[in-house]
């Protein structure tokens, strides 16, 4: 019989991979991370065409130069970096001003020098971050080539130093801050790979990597404001067009409002007087004794056509009429009855006089109640918009149709005015659209405010005269 060996008893032999998996996968995922955004960054699109986008007209700095060069304004920045290039390049190749930089060294060399730093800072008006693999590309082929007997700022030169400075500056100011963070880390990279394999001069190093981190840092800084103030403006021009739109919809939301209601007030007019007409033709034939066959069909024909035609018009306009819409009882209002609607807005305080001039006669009844409707909703505005002040309403029968002209003087109450909404002179505007007439309406010399309208009315043959009477 075989007796069961004794566990062993482990102590302190646990793996930390299996007391913390979670930590190290973490840790893992995290560096996946950044490697994926790093590769998105600065390998993915490389290459693709990122043009320097011009300087938009309105520009602070365009505005500050002559107005026959602000057409040319917008190129100032590519200027700019053209100059820089052309500066680096002669940084690079002149000899004689610069051999304590460069010592004795042929002027083919002292050329290529020059080209390998303005190429890339030509590359960033096209291709930003692709100038930027380029400069560090043109850098390892100097300092393995025939730059490497250089030892003042080795592996950069002087120009390529300055260019590699420029070259991040522009993506930085052209790319997401963290695109700048990535190019510094690479480039702090690269010149620790050169200082510990190919003997690279500490002091270089050291400086790129502090004036890299301070260009990097400011360029990102005005990036992020840049982009925050574009970020502003767009908004605002959003909530400007929101606010037109909703004006202009408020607006047009009005004018249907007030059409309708001018829809409904004929509809009653006409339907009122087509009754009216139904009505008398259908009782003509009994007031005459022994009438004559054809005027009793002359008759029944106009009362049929009559209820025909009240039969189509409530038919097309009372789709016009909301559910809850309770037809007045009574026929609208019309001139004659001005004096009532006068003596309503004395009692809330308004002194108003009213003066009629021309011949009195009887007006279609659109133009009546149109005409009572404005002088209601101008002597309205006057008690909400002028409280204490005096109005004048002058209504002038003339010849060709009507005139009508309402103005009160400033307001001198101690009541606070209401602001109103802008409706009631839209209101107007369109039942003198709808009848073809001609409206003003504006503030008057005195700091009130006028009203002047005229309905233009056909001439009946025979019209009823009278006389002008004042109030």
């Known amino acids: 019989m075989t007796t069961p060996r004794p566990r062993a008893h482990t102590v302190g032999c646990v793996n930390e991979t299996a007391q913390n998996p979670h930590g190290v996968r973490t840790e893992a995922r995290l560096i996946r991370g950044?490697?994926?955004?790093?590769?998105?960054?600065?390998f993915s699109g490389a290459f693709a065409f990122r043009p320097l986008p011009p300087l938009p007209a309105d520009?602070?700095?365009i505005r500050r130069i002559p107005k026959r060069m602000q057409p040319y304004g917008k190129w100032l920045p590519h200027a700019l970096i053209v100059l820089v290039a052309a500066f680096l390049m002669l940084l690079g190749t002149a000899a004689d001003n610069y051999s304590y930089l460069y010592g004795s060294r042929p002027s083919t060399e002292l050329f290529v020098i020059g080209l390998f730093a303005a190429v890339p800072v030509l590359l960033?008006?096209?291709?930003?971050?692709?100038?930027?693999?380029?400069?560090?590309?043109?850098?390892?082929?100097?300092?393995?080539?025939?730059?490497?007997?250089?030892?003042?700022?080795?592996p950069w030169s002087v120009a390529g130093f300055l260019a590699h400075l420029v070259v991040m500056t522009q993506v930085a100011l052209r790319s997401r801050p963290r695109v700048a963070l990535e190019m510094w880390l690479i480039t702090l990279f690269f010149g620790v790979a050169a200082l510990m394999i190919t003997g690279a001069t500490p002091a270089a190093v050291a400086a790129m990597t502090v004036l890299s981190g301070f260009s990097?840092?400011?360029?990102?800084?005005l990036h992020g404001w840049t982009s925050a103030r574009q970020e502003v403006a767009v908004k605002t021009a959003e909530v400007v067009a929101q606010e037109e739109d909703?004006?202009?919809?408020?607006?047009?939301r009005t004018r249907l409002e007030e059409r309708t209601n001018i829809a409904r007030e004929l509809h009653d007019v006409v339907a009122h007087h087509m009754s009216v007409v139904a009505i008398q033709a259908?009782?003509?034939p009994y007031?005459?004794?022994n009438p004559p066959p054809e005027l009793e069909q002359a008759f029944a024909t106009i009362r049929e056509n009559a209820v025909a035609a009240l039969t189509e018009l409530r038919r097309v306009l009372g789709v016009v009429r909301a559910e809850d819409y309770a037809a007045p009882d009574a026929p609208q209002p019309t001139l004659a009855e001005l004096d009532g609607l006068l003596a309503n807005v004395r009692e809330a305080g308004l002194t108003v006089e009213k003066t009629v001039t021309g011949a009195l006669r009887e007006l279609p009844p659109g133009v009546e109640l149109s005409a009572y409707r404005i002088v209601q909703e101008a002597l309205s505005n006057t008690l909400r918009h002028a409280p204490g002040a005096s109005a004048k309403v002058e209504v002038a029968y003339v010849l060709g149709g009507l005139g009508l002209r309402i103005v009160n003087g400033p307001p001198t109450g101690l009541i606070k005015t209401s602001p109103g909404a802008g409706h009631g002179i839209t209101g107007m505007?369109?039942?003198?659209?709808?009848?073809?007439?001609?409206?003003?309406?504006?503030?008057?010399?005195?700091?009130?405010?006028?009203?002047?309208?005229?309905?233009?009315?056909?001439?009946?043959?025979?019209?009823?005269?009278?006389?002008?009477?004042?109030?």
Do not use: C, I, N
């Open 34 to 42: 950044g490697l994926a955004t790093v590769r998105a960054d600065l």
């Open 124 to 154: 960033t008006l096209s291709r930003p971050v692709a100038a930027f693999w380029l400069s560090l590309a043109l850098t390892l082929v100097g300092s393995v080539g025939f730059l490497s007997s250089w030892e003042d700022a080795f």
């Open 429 to 471: 505007r369109e039942r003198v659209t709808m009848l073809g007439g001609a409206m003003t309406a504006g503030e008057s010399a005195d700091g009130g405010y006028e009203v002047s309208v005229f309905l233009p009315v056909e001439q009946a043959p025979h019209e009823e005269t009278g006389t002008g009477e004042g109030a």
């Open 246 to 252: 909703t004006l202009a919809e408020r607006s047009k």
């Open 216 to 221: 990097l840092a400011a360029a990102a800084s």
């Open 287 to 289: 007031r005459v004794e």
């Open 282 to 284: 259908e009782a003509a």
């Open 59 to 61: 520009h602070r700095v």
